[in-house]
């Protein structure tokens, strides 16, 4: 063990100050002063003083039509998630960690989109959904599937689908890579005592892969669910939260009804609500995760 | 096994990948294309989406440089992300090496206070955070940006450097200070190379955060001389124009350097964001 003397004493305190102080001050302080402006209102300007609100915030948060669609919007989000995105992310790890050639090349491809800045790929998919003229149109019309065109931002109704469908060609990429990690680390020797009883291909990966990823599967439902609870860049670039908001996400909502409606202490409140929302799930799973552990 | 029968099986994995490949490469192949293009070959006909340019238009990039101004917002955000990673590592290798290294009873408690800031969404600070920034007058400055996307960005790579420096073997420090080594000797000269790998890692996604980031730009930087990329991307695309090959350009620009960061560090890239990721 290391004998404690004056000059390290120093050293640690000298290290460990200049990130603490920041992140407290910048971080967890704004947390907090969060979660305390959700009781009052305020009108933004810096020198006015908060007034006291109750759970006024809270109660018009609970009544407003644009909150509970901002979460139907998250459950499409992770409806997408779990139906689409898990299992095309699970296939495509499948794939990277097979034997086919040119491995390196598919993995390369499919992962550049994790690495762009979601404000470009936004505006690279609002080009090509655009109603008249887009590609995605104008591929359906070559294809004679007229009746497939859509205006895909445009139209209230498709739009909450449209976008947690980019959203899922931008995750997939690293899902893919969490996945696979579990999946290189399941033994060969489990699969050549399958092949040996006669499994096949799709059996393998039914049988030994998908039980032995359990953890895996975890880790996506935990980051899946905290990243649909945070979704905003994609719905800011793409529709500012609309047509008529209905593609509105809760972190779009607080933005707007902060910076554009200067409603401080409701945004407050939806800035709480998520906070303990990701929270509690985070929470829930990990401990899901030790109880199950306890129990093998 | 029965080569031919392999290869046979193989097939519908090539297919699926390949099918995948175009979904992934078309958005980008589609606006490199179209970056090269006119108005005209853009929007003349229905199917003009799908066409090549008639020639390659690389005065659509000079004018995205120009006109949008892209090539200041391109030297604000190499700046902001580079200062900012360099001051996640220096600050997150100093507190990770006290956690790590020392053992005081208080690490354990600081370990797990940092590994909060990684579970909190941003937007629940956005409100506050904007009205300190004003109470500073800290709009349009780089040292407040820079600053602010050190702090949001440092727990992940407290997370990432602690965890690396833990594995490193004990018995090094304690010959270490037998042999006379002080603290910042002990820091610099024997942990900091060591636990190389994990800084790196740490170095390029904090990087590829910042410069991929959009929020802190909107809400902190209205002068246009201090625009980071994404925002004066966005900017340029929203401004109203009337040739529209410049802004594909203007996204070509944005996004190529992640781009060559990404096929230089590859295998960096792809660990580093998966552990990431599966920190939080």
Redesign the interface.
């Known amino acids: 063990m290391i004998k404690r003397r004056w000059n390290f004493h120093l050293v640690a305190v000298l290290f460990v100050l200049p990130a603490i102080l920041l992140y407290t001050v910048l971080l967890i302080n704004p947390v907090i002063q969060s979660v305390r402006m959700s009781f009052f209102s305020w009108n933004g300007i810096a020198q006015s003083p908060l007034v006291f609100a109750g759970l006024d915030n809270y109660k018009e948060l609970l009544q407003s039509g644009e909150f509970w669609r901002a979460l139907a919007n998250v459950g499409k989000f992770l409806a997408v998630g779990f139906l689409l995105q898990m299992p095309v992310s699970f296939i495509l790890s499948l794939i990277i960690t097979s034997k086919i050639k040119a491995v390196r090349f598919f993995k390369t491809i499919f992962f550049v989109p994790v690495i762009l800045p979601i404000t470009a790929i936004s505006i690279m998919w609002t080009f090509i959904l655009w109603p008249t003229g887009g590609s995605l149109n104008s591929i359906m019309q070559l294809l004679g599937m007229q009746a497939l065109i859509q205006d895909w931002l445009g139209d209230p109704n498709i739009v909450s689908i449209t976008i947690p469908l980019i959203n899922l060609w931008i995750a997939v990429g690293l899902n893919m890579i969490i996945f696979s990690a579990g999946m290189v680390s399941i033994p060969e020797e489990l699969y050549e005592a399958a092949e040996i009883d006669g499994a096949t291909g799709v059996k393998k990966v039914w049988n030994i892969t998908l039980p032995l990823m359990k953890e895996s599967i975890k880790i996506y439902s935990v980051l899946c669910v905290t990243g649909c609870l945070k979704v905003f860049d994609i719905v800011y670039v793409m529709t500012s939260g609309g047509p008529n908001g209905a593609s509105d996400v809760p972190a779009t909502l607080l933005y707007y009804s902060a910076f554009k409606y200067q409603k401080y202490g409701f945004a407050s409140s939806i800035g709480t609500v998520i906070l303990i929302l990701g929270l509690a799930v985070s929470i829930l799973i990990n401990k899901f995760v030790n109880n199950d552990e306890l129990n093998n | 096994m029965n080569k031919k029968l392999y290869k046979l099986?193989?097939l519908p994995?090539?297919i699926?990948?390949t099918v995948?490949?175009v979904?992934?490469?078309?958005?980008?192949l589609?606006?490199v294309i179209?970056s090269f293009k006119n108005n005209d070959e853009?929007?003349s006909s229905?199917?003009?989406?799908?066409s090549l340019p008639t020639s390659l238009r690389f005065e659509n990039y000079v004018e995205a440089f120009t006109k949008g101004n892209l090539a200041r917002c391109l030297v604000n955000s190499i700046f902001i992300s580079g200062s900012s990673t360099f001051l996640v590592l220096l600050?997150?290798s100093?507190?990770s090496?006290?956690i790590a290294?020392?053992?005081?009873k208080i690490n354990n408690i600081?370990l797990i206070?940092?590994t909060?800031?990684v579970?909190?969404?941003?937007?629940?600070?956005?409100?506050?955070?904007?009205?300190?920034v004003?109470?500073l007058h800290g709009q349009n400055n780089y040292l407040m940006i820079i600053?602010?996307y050190?702090?949001?960005n440092?727990?992940m790579a407290?997370l990432l450097i602690v965890g690396h420096m833990k594995s490193i073997s004990k018995s090094m420090?304690?010959s270490a200070?037998l042999d006379g080594c002080?603290?910042?000797r002990l820091?610099g000269n024997i942990i900091i190379p060591l636990t190389l790998p994990a800084i790196s890692t740490a170095g390029i996604i904090t990087f590829?955060y910042v410069?991929?980031?959009?929020?802190f730009g909107v809400?902190f930087i209205s002068n246009k001389s201090m625009y980071t990329?994404?925002l004066g991307?966005?900017t340029f695309?929203g401004a109203k124009v009337t040739e529209y090959g410049p802004i594909?350009a203007s996204?070509i620009i944005?996004?190529l350097p992640?781009?060559i960061?990404?096929?230089l560090f590859?295998e960096k890239?792809?660990?580093g964001?998966?552990a990431g990721?599966?920190k939080?």
């Open positions: 099986r193989s994995v090539y699926l990948a995948w490949a979904i992934n490469l078309y958005p980008i589609f606006t179209s853009l929007f229905a199917t003009s989406a799908l600050l997150a100093m507190i090496f006290v290294r020392l053992s005081y600081l206070y940092f909060l800031g579970m909190i969404p941003i937007h629940t600070t956005l409100v506050p955070l904007l009205k300190m004003n109470t600053v602010l050190t702090t949001f440092m727990p407290v420090d304690e200070i002080g603290p910042l820091y590829l410069y991929n980031d959009l929020l809400m990329i994404t991307m966005l695309v594909f996204i944005t996004v992640m781009v960061i990404y096929l590859q890239v792809e660990s964001l998966a990721a599966v939080e």
